[in-house]
């Protein structure tokens, strides 16, 4: 519980202060936090956190994105 709001609190404060920093859009819908957001309120630390961490790792610019809901 107290890993899963650390989580949460890590991503909630990347959206709020260094996602508008970037000058570069993520191409995945829903992007890349709020699909780790979602994970992670979902699964938990450990599994939602996997699934961040996998999403995040595809996120690149010879990714073709697209729509890829939380499973």
């Known amino acids: 519980m107290i890993l899963k709001n650390i989580l949460i609190a890590m991503i909630k404060f990347y959206r709020k202060y260094l996602s508008p920093l970037k000058s570069?859009?993520?191409?995945?819908?829903?992007?890349?936090?709020?699909?780790?957001?979602?994970?992670v309120?979902?699964?938990g630390a450990l599994k939602g956190g996997t699934l961040a961490v996998w999403r995040i790792l595809r996120c690149n610019p010879?990714?073709?994105g697209g729509y890829d809901p939380v499973p």
Do not use: I
């Open 24 to 39: 570069t859009k993520c191409p995945y819908c829903p992007t890349c936090s709020e699909y780790g957001l979602e994970a």
């Open 41 to 43: 309120e979902k699964y």
């Open 62 to 64: 010879f990714s073709k």
